[in-house]
């Protein structure tokens, strides 16, 4: 009964904001943006307390051990599921996120892909030659410093299965460092693997949980080689913490 209900809550929450935005999205940017703004703003907290109230799923979010936040920053994290967007979205509620994401999240994707495109997230076409994904990067680098936006990147690159870290890749990080020139923060998460699709997310909701946390904010590293330590740091440290996580039971914080 209360796997329906959650389903019935996530539908009647999903169908009209997403309608509404394929509708507006061709006819509106203004509009798009509005129902954007709303799905982003509004839809992305409701989430996580539907699910906390009829599938007691945890969201734990860590900003505690940082003793200062910068105005603007990079964020880089892992990347385990779609869930990530409105994880993220829901931790930083005060800000206004941007994600560099593939050009399939740009098409056919429920709530999400219209608002992409209607807010101008990085959305890097799937065939783009590497020279061509970078002036993306750049371009998308540039927009968010005038608009004081916050960049999200995952440097992964893709969803990780098992939840483990991947390999941090660096060109689309060093390019988005050298296009802004903010201060980098590294969050890592963990829940989202053991909910990639859907039939996992409805067979292991039930008093799971998700944890993401602020690890360390760097300075805007200057070269290449400090970009490629930062990166590897921060991939240590990222596994460090979710390993850490997973000894903690789901309703412990």
């Not at 929450?13 to 509009?31: G, L, T």
């Not at 903010?182 to 990639?196: F, I, N």
Request: charged share 25%.
């Amino acid at each position: 009964m209360a796997s329906l209900l959650t389903l019935i809550c996530l539908v009647a929450m999903v169908i009209p904001a997403a309608v509404a935005n394929i509708i507006a999205y061709p006819i509106s940017k203004k509009w798009s943006m509005a129902i954007s703004e709303y799905i982003q703003k509004v839809l992305a907290v409701r989430l996580f307390a539907i699910l906390r109230t009829y599938r007691f799923f945890h969201f734990w979010g860590y900003k505690e051990d940082v003793p200062e936040i910068p105005e603007q920053f990079i964020i880089i994290s892992n990347h385990q599921s779609l869930l990530d967007i409105p994880l993220f979205m829901n931790f930083f509620r005060d800000k206004e996120l941007r994600f560099v994401s593939k050009d399939t999240l740009g098409r056919h994707v429920p709530l999400v892909s219209e608002m992409l495109r209607s807010q101008e997230h990085c959305v890097i076409p799937r065939e783009a030659k590497p020279m061509e994904a970078m002036r993306y990067v750049e371009q998308f680098g540039k927009r968010v410093v005038e608009r004081n936006q916050i960049p999200i990147l995952f440097p992964e690159g893709s969803r990780t299965r098992d939840g483990n870290v991947g390999r941090f890749y660096s060109a689309g990080f060093r390019r988005i460092v050298e296009a802004t020139g903010l201060p980098v923060m590294v969050c890592a998460l963990d829940g989202g693997w053991r909910l990639r699709d859907l039939r996992r997310l409805f067979t292991r909701l039930k008093r799971g949980c998700y944890r993401v946390k602020i690890l360390k904010v760097y300075d805007n590293p200057k070269t290449k080689e400090e970009c490629n330590a930062l990166l590897e740091e921060s991939a240590q440290m990222i596994q460090k913490q979710v390993m850490e996580w997973r000894s903690l039971p789901s309703e412990v914080r």
